[in-house]
């Protein structure tokens, strides 16, 4: 897998998790924090993997998307 990013609970609301980076963006709904990372991952140029977890921290779904096409 060439990327990776979660969706987690964090204070105050959720967090989208780039592990390349480091990056953490704040969100205050989950579903605002899927949309974007799923939309980083579709805007990626390598096929990046994004894991949505629940409040409890477990795994509830994943989503790889295929890169951009370069």
Request: aromatic share 4%.
């Amino acid at each position: 897998m060439s990327g990776l990013v979660d969706v987690v609970p964090c204070e105050g609301g959720w967090c989208v998790r780039v592990h390349d980076t480091g990056e953490v963006l704040r969100f205050t709904g989950g579903g605002e924090a899927e949309r974007r990372a799923r939309r980083l991952a579709a805007e990626a140029e390598r096929p990046v993997e994004v894991r949505i977890h629940d409040r409890g921290g477990r795994l509830v779904g994943r989503w790889v998307s295929e890169g951009a096409a370069a």
